[in-house]
Each structure stands twice: as structure tokens, then as C-alpha cells.
């Protein structure tokens, strides 16, 4: 017997020092922090050989007095907290009272700090854990903390660093994350003797991405911000047209801390459905509020990784503000206004102590009850701001207000246009311009598209009138069969005919298929399936939803599932897999848009050869009776691939081509 033993406080810490410093990045992510929390507005990082053989944190802030100094290398010592109850609601970034302790126990270490400049600074040096006496020095108020030869006495840990050029970038990556998340704060970073950067402290984080990434990244952000209860966001986010192809440029923030989380991550994804083009991605910098008891940090030793009390009310609520916000932004930066303007924070914007206090907390409303205010809010007329397919699995939505434009031939109402084919066009007119007309309460309107609907008036006798559509737009003609030319008071609207039908195709027909309108198949002889257990009762959960997509599905023994009936739409696809892949979604998040994301590409092609197409000639009727659908869905810059249905050419653009402005 005798073979447990208690270990030494040397090795306890070498072990824990393990979980805490991977590599010289995490070292200055632990210091900085500590300096972001001592109230620091000035933050100098210095690094040799990319932090393998010096790290030092210079900041300007609190300071320590000589008793605090002297806690402060030791293990589980910290100011952040003082009982177990202040778990469940920290707002700092450290809390542990791990760092300080772990780095030291893996270098030769020194503090140098000073609370009150008329005392003087303390000087504590550690050389593996071990601390020789302190010394006292003249040092400004704030701290210094020196880390050198990190694993001097692991060398096995030593040699599994990568080459400085690498631990270095791996550094610069945490400054600029956590130099996202605190713009007002003023970062210096030298590496080899040599400046690197300077981030001044910025008036907005517009600034603050221009300092950090350049022009480059800064181009194509839109500022966008939101709060609901608990929750507020603010941030830059990527418009469509200017999406990435790859997953770089992503930087989450929770409450001041960057973090890595797969419910928001997605949340940002759901906000842009239908927006963007395949495989590409969004950039964004979304720093997001929400009161600390809504949030455990106390997960991972990095805490990089948080846990969210009611995750799926902050998808809810995250991608459906977030959505409306990116829409408002495109249509802003469309029309020639300001939106691009990273640099000027949304409105709406906000931090939890100005929603609720830590002794006031709201209570959080349920997913169901988020998603019906979703849809109160937007009319519950529209697929995008109310829910989603499979997103947050609400009931159907009404049915749009206008018939969609017909599927016509290439030839349109040209001269080689059939008679089925030109009455079928007067007939969408007819019955189109009577539903605009009584909206306008215009008789006079509503006459004339009834008698050119008879045939009494000629297709082409439409282009005597012009009529001022809702946002003040005239049509005035078709460029090439392809382009509806419109005029407004900021200029000259070119909008890309296929592509604006094509986006009113798309979403009458997905607000068909959410409404339970679209036809369904049954299967004389239904496909089976087998699911795990877990996966069976999470089905289970959800048939009811299902049953409202257009899916009968019936438990068949054990662990089997047969599909009785399926959207027609779906037939040839493997529905186990998308069956799966939807289960897989809901147990991760409570929500799953891979449904959503079927339904959309096969309704995309459906549309996309539905529509009207480049090179049809349409009538002066036919054009405004387009772009007055256009202006009534809620996305309308974008068609389902990505690619823009129209754009503004401003006034002062053709004054400068035309010389009469400089």
C-alpha cells in the first residue's frame, strides 16, 4: 500500500499551469486581461522570439499595494471574487486567481506594481514558482509583469512551441481580438525591438477595425445594434455583397470577453439566410450584452468558451434583430445614405445595467413567445421577419397581398408572343393593378388596367402614364430587355429585372411552403428509418412541427420511423439525411435551419426558372407592376443566389461624370 501521495505544490502547479498557458499567446491573453480589469487605458505588450523568450505587459492602471503583491503570484488568489455566489454573476474577465500563479510556476517571473506613486512600486521576482525577497523602486501607477524563457523548466513543453514567426502571430491575434473588445483602450505592441502597431483608443469600433485590419476589412461593414430584455448587441457586420470565402474575419464578444460559441456563431449565420451566395461567408465583429447571470464563464480554464442560461431565446432573438438590422443597413448603403458608416453606433444599442441590475433581473421570455412578438412586430407578413422554417418552428404565416408575376416564354408580349401566352400576362395585369389600385384608392387606375386587361388598350398604351410607386420611384424605361431604368430623388435606379422577379417568385412560394399551401406527396410504400434513442425522443418532441412542414412521420417499432407523406417539393432527396442533420441542429441549439436550407435551394431553382428572364420585353404596365411588388417584400436588394436585384446611381455621381460639379 502506500502508493497515493499527496504532490508537491510545484508539480500542482506545473500541471496547472499546463491547462492554463498552452503558448506565449496565452500568457498575454492572461495579462492583459488582468490589465483590462485593473482599469487600464494604456496597454504596452513587448515580445522577443514571439513570446518564447521575453513577454511583458506594461498598463496604466489601479496597481497593487504591497500586501496585494504579495497574494498575487499564489494560487486561487484573486480581488474578482469573494464567495461562491459571485460565480453566477462575473462581470471581469479574470476570476480564477490562476493565471499569475501558473505563468509563474513556468518562467522566470517578475511584478512590478505601484498603487500610489508617493509609496513607490514593488518589485516580486519568482524564478519557477519560487519567490525570492521583494524589493521596493520608483515605478510609475500601474503594473508590469515580465515573463521570460516561458518553460525554461519543462522542456518538454518547450520544444512543442512552434517557430517565433508563429507563436507571434498566434499573439498578435489575441491582442487584436482583445482589442476589438475594448476600443477605448489605447494597445503598443514591439516585438524584437521593433514597433509593431499602435492602436490609439478609439471613439467606435468602426475606428477602432480601420486601426487593426485596414481599409481592407473596414469596406463593405455596416453598423448594426439591437436590444431586447436582457439582451443587446451592437457591432459591424459584413453586408452580402461584400461576404468572404472564408470563415476569418468572425469575432464574437460577450460582455467584453472574446469568445468562441457555436449557438451565437450560428445565430449569425440564420440572420443572413437567403442573402448570401454559396460558400461564401460573413465578416462581422458582433459584441453582444447580456446580464451576467444569464452567462456561465466558468467552463473552460482559457475562458474562451461560455454556457447561456436560455440559448435558444438568445438565437431567437440575436438572428431575428440581427436580420431586420442587416436588411435596414443594405437598404441604407442602396440608397446612397450613410450605412457604411462603421463608425456610428446603431441605434438601439446597449448594455444589460441599462436593461435590468443584478438584483433586478427580467424574467426571460420562453422561444414561443419571442417568435410570436417577432411576427406581431412584422406584420407576420413576411418570411424573414417572422419564423423561419424549421428555425423557430412557429405557425404559418399568411399569404402575401399580391399574385406573383407569371412564368412567361422568352418572347414576352414581343411580337412573337402567343395569344395564351399575351393573356395570361394582361390577366396577372389585370388582377395585380386592381389590387394596387384599391390600395391607392385610384378608380381612374383600376379603369385603365381593367380595359387594358380586356384588350381595350394595348400593352404598349401603358407607357403614356408614369406612377409614383411607394418609395417614390417612376419607372421610365428597359435598357437592353434586361434592365428597368427608375428614377427617384437621389438619382437613377438600374434594377435587374430576372433577379427582382426572381426574389418575389422566392418568397411567395417559401411563404406558400411555411403556410402549408404547397403540395405534399404520400408514399404508397413509406421509406423507414432507424434512429438512436436520443434522436427517436428528440423527434418525438417535435412531430407536431414537422406535421406543419408538410412531414407525416410515425413511429415504426423500437427505434424506427417511417415517412408516411413529405413536401413534393423534397421528392429525390434523401430525407434520412436531412431528417438527421435537422435532429442534429435542434439538439445543439433547440432550433435548426438545415430545413430551411433544402427548402431554399430548391425553391431558388424553382424560382430562378420561373422567372421572367434577360431579354424579354416587358411593357411599361408589366415593369411597374414588377418593381411595385419589389418594394413590398422585405428583402429586395438581394435575389436568392446573393446577387444584387438593383442599384442607385446618386445624383451627385452623374453631376461629377457630366463635369458639372468637380
Given at each position: 500500500?502506500?502508493?497515493?501521495?499527496?504532490?508537491?505544490?510545484?508539480?500542482?502547479?506545473?500541471?496547472?499551469?499546463?491547462?492554463?498557458?498552452?503558448?506565449?499567446?496565452?500568457?498575454?491573453?492572461?495579462?492583459?486581461?488582468?490589465?483590462?480589469?485593473?482599469?487600464?487605458?494604456?496597454?504596452?505588450?513587448?515580445?522577443?522570439?514571439?513570446?518564447?523568450?521575453?513577454?511583458?505587459?506594461?498598463?496604466?492602471?489601479?496597481?497593487?499595494?504591497?500586501?496585494?503583491?504579495?497574494?498575487?503570484?499564489?494560487?486561487?488568489?484573486?480581488?474578482?471574487?469573494?464567495?461562491?455566489?459571485?460565480?453566477?454573476?462575473?462581470?471581469?474577465?479574470?476570476?480564477?486567481?490562476?493565471?499569475?500563479?501558473?505563468?509563474?510556476?513556468?518562467?522566470?517571473?517578475?511584478?512590478?506594481?505601484?498603487?500610489?506613486?508617493?509609496?513607490?512600486?514593488?518589485?516580486?521576482?519568482?524564478?519557477?514558482?519560487?519567490?525570492?525577497?521583494?524589493?521596493?523602486?520608483?515605478?510609475?501607477?500601474?503594473?508590469?509583469?515580465?515573463?521570460?524563457?516561458?518553460?525554461?523548466?519543462?522542456?518538454?513543453?518547450?520544444?512543442?512551441?512552434?517557430?517565433?514567426?508563429?507563436?507571434?502571430?498566434?499573439?498578435?491575434?489575441?491582442?487584436?481580438?482583445?482589442?476589438?473588445?475594448?476600443?477605448?483602450?489605447?494597445?503598443?505592441?514591439?516585438?524584437?525591438?521593433?514597433?509593431?502597431?499602435?492602436?490609439?483608443?478609439?471613439?467606435?469600433?468602426?475606428?477602432?477595425?480601420?486601426?487593426?485590419?485596414?481599409?481592407?476589412?473596414?469596406?463593405?461593414?455596416?453598423?448594426?445594434?439591437?436590444?431586447?430584455?436582457?439582451?443587446?448587441?451592437?457591432?459591424?457586420?459584413?453586408?452580402?455583397?461584400?461576404?468572404?470565402?472564408?470563415?476569418?474575419?468572425?469575432?464574437?464578444?460577450?460582455?467584453?470577453?472574446?469568445?468562441?460559441?457555436?449557438?451565437?456563431?450560428?445565430?449569425?449565420?440564420?440572420?443572413?439566410?437567403?442573402?448570401?451566395?454559396?460558400?461564401?461567408?460573413?465578416?462581422?465583429?458582433?459584441?453582444?450584452?447580456?446580464?451576467?447571470?444569464?452567462?456561465?464563464?466558468?467552463?473552460?480554464?482559457?475562458?474562451?468558451?461560455?454556457?447561456?442560461?436560455?440559448?435558444?431565446?438568445?438565437?431567437?432573438?440575436?438572428?431575428?434583430?440581427?436580420h431586420k438590422a442587416l436588411l435596414e443597413a443594405g437598404r441604407r448603403q442602396a440608397l446612397g445614405e450613410q450605412a457604411g458608416a462603421a463608425t456610428r453606433p446603431a441605434e438601439g444599442a446597449g448594455g444589460w445595467a441599462?436593461?435590468?441590475?443584478?438584483?433586478?433581473?427580467?424574467?426571460?421570455?420562453?422561444?414561443?413567445?419571442?417568435?410570436?412578438?417577432?411576427?406581431?412586430?412584422?406584420?407576420?407578413?413576411?418570411?424573414?421577419?417572422?419564423?423561419?422554417?424549421?428555425?423557430?418552428?412557429?405557425?404559418?404565416?399568411?399569404?402575401?397581398?399580391?399574385?406573383?408575376?407569371?412564368?412567361?416564354?422568352?418572347?414576352?408580349?414581343?411580337?412573337?408572343?402567343?395569344?395564351?401566352?399575351?393573356?395570361?400576362?394582361?390577366?396577372?395585369?389585370?388582377?395585380?393593378?386592381?389590387?394596387?389600385?384599391?390600395?391607392?384608392?385610384?378608380?381612374?387606375?383600376?379603369?385603365?388596367?381593367?380595359?387594358?386587361?380586356?384588350?381595350?388598350?394595348?400593352?404598349?398604351?401603358?407607357?403614356?402614364?408614369?406612377?409614383?410607386?411607394?418609395?417614390?420611384?417612376?419607372?421610365?424605361?428597359?435598357?437592353?430587355?434586361?434592365?428597368?431604368?427608375?428614377?427617384?430623388?437621389?438619382?437613377?435606379?438600374?434594377?435587374?429585372?430576372?433577379?427582382?422577379?426572381?426574389?418575389?417568385?422566392?418568397?411567395?412560394?417559401?411563404?406558400?411552403?411555411?403556410?402549408?399551401?404547397?403540395?405534399?406527396?404520400?408514399?404508397?410504400?413509406?421509406?423507414?428509418?432507424?434512429?438512436?434513442?436520443?434522436?427517436?425522443?428528440?423527434?418525438?418532441?417535435y412531430l407536431p412541427q414537422w406535421k406543419k412542414l408538410g412531414f407525416e412521420l410515425e413511429a415504426f417499432g423500437r427505434n424506427g420511423f417511417l415517412v408516411r407523406e413529405a413536401p413534393a417539393l423534397l421528392a429525390g432527396?434523401?430525407?434520412?439525411?436531412?431528417?438527421?442533420?435537422?435532429?442534429?441542429?435542434?439538439?445543439?441549439?433547440?432550433?435548426?435551419?438545415?430545413?430551411?436550407?433544402?427548402?431554399?435551394?430548391?425553391?431558388?431553382?424553382?424560382?430562378?426558372?420561373?422567372?421572367?428572364?434577360?431579354?424579354?420585353?416587358?411593357?411599361?404596365?408589366?415593369?411597374?407592376?414588377?418593381?411595385?411588388?419589389?418594394?413590398?417584400?422585405?428583402?429586395?436588394?438581394?435575389?436568392?443566389?446573393?446577387?444584387?436585384?438593383?442599384?442607385?446611381?446618386?445624383?451627385?455621381?452623374?453631376?461629377?461624370?457630366?463635369?458639372?460639379?468637380?
Amino acid at each position: 500500500m502506500g502508493q497515493i501521495r499527496v504532490l508537491p505544490d510545484s508539480v500542482v502547479n506545473q500541471i496547472a499551469a499546463g491547462e492554463v498557458v498552452e503558448r506565449p499567446a496565452a500568457v498575454v491573453k492572461e495579462l492583459v486581461e488582468n490589465a483590462l480589469d485593473a482599469g487600464a487605458s494604456q496597454i504596452a505588450v513587448t515580445l522577443k522570439e514571439g513570446g518564447r523568450e521575453l513577454i511583458s505587459v506594461l498598463d496604466n492602471g489601479c496597481g497593487m499595494d504591497a500586501e496585494d503583491a504579495g497574494l498575487a503570484a499564489q494560487r486561487h488568489a484573486t480581488s474578482k471574487i469573494a464567495s461562491a455566489a459571485e460565480l453566477t454573476r462575473i462581470a471581469t474577465l479574470g476570476f480564477r486567481g490562476e493565471a499569475l500563479a501558473s505563468i509563474a510556476a513556468v518562467s522566470r517571473f517578475e511584478l512590478v506594481t505601484c498603487s500610489d506613486e508617493r509609496s513607490g512600486g514593488l518589485c516580486l521576482t519568482l524564478e519557477g514558482g519560487r519567490a525570492a525577497p521583494s524589493t521596493r523602486q520608483g515605478f510609475p501607477r500601474g503594473t508590469r509583469v515580465t515573463c521570460a524563457e516561458l518553460f525554461f523548466n519543462t522542456p518538454a513543453r518547450r520544444k512543442f512551441l512552434r517557430s517565433a514567426a508563429t507563436e507571434f502571430q498566434y499573439a498578435q491575434g489575441v491582442l487584436a481580438q482583445l482589442a476589438l473588445a475594448h476600443p477605448q483602450v489605447h494597445f503598443r505592441i514591439q516585438h524584437n525591438g521593433k514597433p509593431v502597431a499602435s492602436w490609439p483608443g478609439a471613439a467606435s469600433l468602426g475606428e477602432r477595425v480601420l486601426q487593426v485590419f485596414g481599409p481592407e476589412l473596414h469596406e463593405g461593414l455596416a453598423a448594426v445594434g439591437g436590444a431586447e430584455g436582457l439582451l443587446a448587441f451592437e457591432g459591424l457586420v459584413s453586408l452580402p455583397s461584400h461576404a468572404r470565402s472564408s470563415r476569418r474575419w468572425q469575432y464574437l464578444v460577450l460582455n467584453g470577453r472574446p469568445i468562441r460559441n457555436a449557438g451565437l456563431n450560428h445565430a449569425v449565420y440564420h440572420a443572413y439566410r437567403t442573402l448570401l451566395m454559396k460558400d461564401r461567408h460573413p465578416a462581422f465583429i458582433l459584441s453582444v450584452q447580456l446580464h451576467p447571470e444569464e452567462v456561465d464563464v466558468n467552463v473552460h480554464p482559457a475562458k474562451s468558451e461560455v454556457r447561456l442560461r436560455n440559448p435558444q431565446w438568445v438565437h431567437t432573438v440575436l438572428a431575428d434583430k440581427l436580420h431586420k438590422a442587416l436588411l435596414e443597413a443594405g437598404r441604407r448603403q442602396a440608397l446612397g445614405e450613410q450605412a457604411g458608416a462603421a463608425t456610428r453606433p446603431a441605434e438601439g444599442a446597449g448594455g444589460w445595467a441599462g436593461q435590468a441590475t443584478a438584483g433586478q433581473v427580467q424574467p426571460v421570455p420562453s422561444r414561443r413567445v419571442a417568435d410570436a412578438a417577432a411576427m406581431s412586430r412584422s406584420g407576420g407578413s413576411s418570411f424573414a421577419g417572422g419564423a423561419a422554417i424549421a428555425g423557430s418552428w412557429g405557425g404559418p404565416l399568411p399569404a402575401p397581398g399580391h399574385e406573383s408575376l407569371p412564368a412567361f416564354g422568352a418572347g414576352g408580349d414581343s411580337p412573337g408572343a402567343g395569344p395564351a401566352e399575351q393573356g395570361a400576362r394582361r390577366s396577372w395585369l389585370a388582377a395585380s393593378e386592381a389590387a394596387q389600385a384599391q390600395e391607392r384608392g385610384g378608380e381612374e387606375s383600376a379603369f385603365h388596367f381593367q380595359a387594358l386587361a380586356r384588350g381595350v388598350l394595348p400593352a404598349g398604351a401603358a407607357g403614356q402614364e408614369v406612377l409614383a410607386l411607394p418609395l417614390g420611384v417612376q419607372v421610365l424605361s428597359q435598357l437592353h430587355s434586361t434592365y428597368i431604368l427608375a428614377q427617384r430623388d437621389g438619382g437613377l435606379v438600374v434594377i435587374d429585372q430576372h433577379a427582382a422577379h426572381e426574389r418575389i417568385l422566392f418568397e411567395q412560394y417559401r411563404t406558400q411552403f411555411v403556410a402549408g399551401s404547397l403540395k405534399t406527396e404520400r408514399f404508397l410504400v413509406p421509406p423507414t428509418f432507424e434512429l438512436s434513442a436520443q434522436n427517436g425522443v428528440l423527434l418525438e418532441q417535435y412531430l407536431p412541427q414537422w406535421k406543419k412542414l408538410g412531414f407525416e412521420l410515425e413511429a415504426f417499432g423500437r427505434n424506427g420511423f417511417l415517412v408516411r407523406e413529405a413536401p413534393a417539393l423534397l421528392a429525390g432527396q434523401d430525407l434520412k439525411t436531412l431528417i438527421l442533420e435537422v435532429l442534429d441542429e435542434l439538439a445543439l441549439f433547440g432550433k435548426s435551419g438545415r430545413l430551411e436550407e433544402v427548402v431554399n435551394e430548391i425553391l431558388e431553382r424553382v424560382a430562378c426558372h420561373a422567372a421572367i428572364r434577360a431579354g424579354m420585353t416587358l411593357s411599361r404596365a408589366e415593369m411597374e407592376a414588377l418593381v411595385a411588388q419589389l418594394e413590398q417584400l422585405e428583402i429586395n436588394l438581394y435575389c436568392p443566389h446573393g446577387r444584387p436585384v438593383w442599384v442607385e446611381i446618386g445624383e451627385r455621381e452623374l453631376e461629377k461624370r457630366f463635369k458639372r460639379i468637380v
